[in-house]
C-alpha cells in the first residue's frame, strides 16, 4: 500500500512538523511491511543518520528480550518478581493500606505497569518539583534501580497488584524490570540487548549508552533550550538507555512484528489494553506495547483500527499500523509534549493518505 505515497507529500509532512511551535529537529522513517517501499526525512539539526536517545522506545526492546526468554523456558510472565530479587530489595516494595503486597508482584504486572509501585521520575516531592522537572532544568543526575527503590518505598502505591481495569505508567516498572533480566542472564542489561537484539540484526549505530564522554547522540531539547543529561541515560539502561538511529530502529521494529525474536503470533497476546492518561496523550498500555488512542473522528470514512508500538519522553517514537502495513520511526528530540503531538499527526496523514 505504501508505494503510492510521493516523496514531495513525504517531505511537506516532514516540513510540517518543524513548523510545529516547539519543535527543533526531527528524523521520520516510513517503511512497508514488504519492504517495497522505503523513506527517510530529516529537519533542523538532525540527518537521516543522527544518532538520537531512543528513551522509553527501549521498553520494546526489554519487551523484545522478555518475550525471548519466554521461549527459552527461563522465565514466565505469571512467575514472582520475588523468585528473582533479593529479599532486601522487595521487603516493603508495595505496602498499600497496611497491607504487605510486595510478594504478589509478578513479571506480567511489571512489563504491562499494573503493579500499582509508584513512577519514581514523575513523583513530585514536598516542594512541587520532580527528578522530570529536575532533568528539564539540566540538573543531570544518575536514577540507578537502588536510588529508585529507596524513594519508591516511601510513596504510596497507586493500587493493588493487577488490580482489575488499573494500569499507571511506571519507569520503576522497567528498572526492576532490567534487573530480572540481568539476574536471569548474568549479564549486564547492556550485554543483554547486544546479544539479543543489536548483534542479530546487525545493528552497528545502536548501543546502550554508558560513556559519559560520549557525544554522538542528537541534544534533546526542552522548550527551546538544549539538554544534555548523560549520567541520567548512563544510569537507566532497561528504561530508556538506547541510543539508534530512525533506520536501525526501523529494522527492530520490523524484526519485533514480523516474528524474528518470537512467534508473530504471540502479538495478540500483548494486546491487554488499559488506557493510560498521562502527557503527552492519551494512549493505551498492554505486555510491554503501546496503542495510539485514535477518535474515529480522526479517519471517519476508513477508520485506523490500531497504531501499535512506543512513544518514548523525548520524542522518539516506533510504531505500526496493520491497515497499510506501515512502519514508523524516528524522533523529534523535545521532550515538552510538542513533539510527540507533531509525530502523530505526521503520521495520521500519512497512513490516511495509504488507506
Request: proline share 5%.
Amino acid at each position: 500500500m505504501g508505494t503510492n505515497i510521493k516523496e514531495a507529500f513525504l517531505n511537506d509532512t516532514v516540513k510540517e512538523i518543524g513548523e510545529k511551535k516547539g519543535v527543533f529537529s526531527a528524523v521520520l522513517c516510513v517503511e512497508s511491511g514488504d519492504n517495497s517501499f522505503s523513506w527517510t526525512g530529516a529537519l533542523g539539526d538532525m540527518q537521516r543518520d543522527s544518532q538520537y536517545f531512543i528513551a522509553s522506545v527501549t521498553k520494546l526492546y526489554v519487551t523484545a528480550v522478555v518475550l525471548c526468554l519466554i521461549e527459552e523456558g527461563r522465565i514466565a510472565l505469571d512467575d514472582k518478581i520475588s523468585t528473582y530479587l533479593p529479599a532486601e530489595l522487595m521487603k516493603g516494595l508495595h505496602v498499600l493500606k497496611g497491607t504487605d503486597h510486595s510478594n504478589d508482584i509478578t513479571v506480567e504486572h511489571l512489563i504491562s505497569n499494573t503493579s500499582g509501585i509508584p513512577d519514581y521520575f514523575s513523583h513530585k516531592k514536598p516542594d512541587g518539583r520532580s527528578p522530570a522537572f529536575e532533568l528539564t532544568d539540566g540538573k543531570d543526575g544518575t536514577w540507578h534501580l537502588e536510588k529508585t527503590i529507596k524513594l519508591v518505598k516511601e510513596l504510596t502505591p497507586n493500587f493493588e497488584p493487577g488490580k482489575k481495569g488499573k494500569a499507571k505508567y511506571s519507569d520503576t516498572n522497567y528498572q526492576l524490570l532490567g534487573r530480572i533480566i540481568e539476574v536471569i542472564t548474568g549479564k549486564d542489561i547492556g550485554e543483554v540487548f547486544q546479544e539479543y537484539i543489536f548483534d542479530g540484526l546487525g545493528l552497528d549505530h545502536t548501543y546502550a549508552y554508558k560513556d559519559l564522554s560520549d557525544i554522538k547522540p542528537a541534544p534533546c531539547y526542552y522548550r527551546s533550550e538544549k539538554l544534555w543529561l548523560p549520567k541520567y541515560f548512563a544510569s537507566i539502561t532497561a528504561e530508556g538507555g538506547i541510543v539508534s538511529t530512525a533506520e536501525e530502529a526501523m529494522i527492530f521494529l520490523k524484526g519485533f512484528f514480523t516474528g524474528y525474536f518470537f512467534p508473530k503470533e504471540k502479538i495478540e497476546g500483548l494486546k491487554k489494553w488499559n488506557l493510560i492518561l498521562p502527557p503527552p496523550s492519551l494512549f493505551f498500555y498492554g505486555v510491554g506495547l503501546e496503542k495510539l488512542f485514535v477518535p474515529r473522528i480522526a479517519s471517519p470514512f476508513k477508520p485506523i483500527t490500531e497504531i501499535i508500538g512506543f512513544w518514548g519522553q523525548t520524542g522518539s517514537f516506533a510504531w505500526y499500523n496493520p491497515d497499510t502495513d506501515l512502519f514508523f520511526t524516528g524522533t523529534t528530540n523535545q521532550v515538552n509534549g510538542a513533539g510527540h503531538a507533531a509525530a502523530q499527526k505526521a503520521i495520521m496523514k500519512i497512513i490516511k493518505s495509504a488507506l
